[in-house]
């Protein structure tokens, strides 16, 4: 890293630039890669946060050289990158990147992939340090960390860093996900291991720690005395798109809500941290995660639901069922909605509701706190008919920003109380637009900052969390809803039991 010594460590307010080092991608040809990471990359070198002695490795089965990579990452850069292209600034990147060809048990195309590394080193001046991202199934780890592991590529040494970047969903279960870290675990040391969840990366999550413990405001209010519910949605107005064949076998609740939902209901729950760090941060996350209850009564606060043929847009959507690749008689569900507690001091008692569906009316995801009632209004009943609890909402994406919905007088000779909002949007006060997530989170992988990725504990006891749904949702059909509907009837009728209803954003 380029340091100052007059500089604190701990300031963040200079961009900080990696060390020179190397990045390998493993399933460099797949949807990610193209569509978010080599992006990421050519944004990064934009933004002048590349070291300048960087390297970029595609491992993939292709029978490609070096120049037909290149130029299907400059398309993939050029395709989705967030800031404007600069040819310059890609064909330096360009001189640096390298292809290896081979499949994951082929010990000859790993050797091949040390030795390029280790002439990278010499030729680029990239001091031995490397992340691997891999970006493969699962079911691909334990070949690919063997293969490592046999090359000696994993080894971190006092002269130089190695480490590993690993996509969700981390295992499908808890034994799995216990499984697949101990594989990692063997391989890498904990602090080489980086988890990606993209939602950590994304500027309004990060936010809703600036806003709890950066004023006074909202904190003393932050507790159940204060708080009657959480609700936490995340909403796609998408399919499934030509995801079949992962989605089927996954569901929403493994594909979202074990992840993305939870780590969203860790940060809004948690204690404060004793300082901004990987460390303390993720103690205070799992310290919520485990605190997590499941409901008693599944029947009623376990929702989950599959899209059937509708409307969205004014385009006729099919159903689930009959999207190309998904079994006819699919019971995989594409919505969840759960009432969830925290079995802690602060939270007792408040239900965390979390859903997040396919085939919504639209994308929206969002935190929302709603506030208790004042016990007492000195107002007539008729002149407070309109009047609903105080909310502060976090809206992640889109529009990111945060709406805090209070009483006020509407106009006029007589007393009546309305909802109103005060409105805080990203893109009227700032005129710097956010870093996509990826960005964010590639740079923290080369800088070695874990603050934003999920400690293998957290995971876990997401896990312990997600799993008693699944058993009592096993062999269930799942409730349907029309595409372009808020979800199935049940998860309605969820909220209806407690005298609540779910916000529609
Ligand atoms: C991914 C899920 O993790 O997140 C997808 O696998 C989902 O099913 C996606 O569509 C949503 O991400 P974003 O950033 O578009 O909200």
Redesign the pocket.
Known sequence: MTTNPLRDPRDRRLPRVPEPCALVVFGITGDLARKNLLPAVYDLANRGLLPTNFALLGFARRDWGDVEFAELARTAAREHARTPWREEVWERLASSVRFVQGSFDDDNAFDQLAHALAELEGSHGIGGNAAFYLSIPPAMFPVVLKQMQRTGMADSTPDRWRRVVVE?PFGTDLPSSRELNELVDAVFSADDVFRID??LG?ETVQNLLALRFANTLFEPIWNGHHVDSVQIT?A?D?GIGG?AGF?DQTGAAR??LQ??LLQLLALTAMEEPVEFSAEEIRTEKLKVLRAVSVPTDMATFAVRGQYEQGWLAGQRARGYRQEDGVDPDSTTETYAAVRFGVETRRWAGVPFYLRTG?RLPR?V?EIALSFRKAPHLPFAPTDTEELGHNQLVIRV?PDEGVTLKFGSKVPGSVMEVRDVAMVFLYGEQFTEASPE?YERLLLDVLLGDATLFPRNAEVEASWAAIDPLEEFWAGTEPHPYRAGEWGPRAAEEMLAAEGRQWRRP
């Open positions: 969700k993209h939602y994304k995340m796609e998408v995801r989605y594909d979202v992840n993305h396919k994308r995801t994406q997530a």
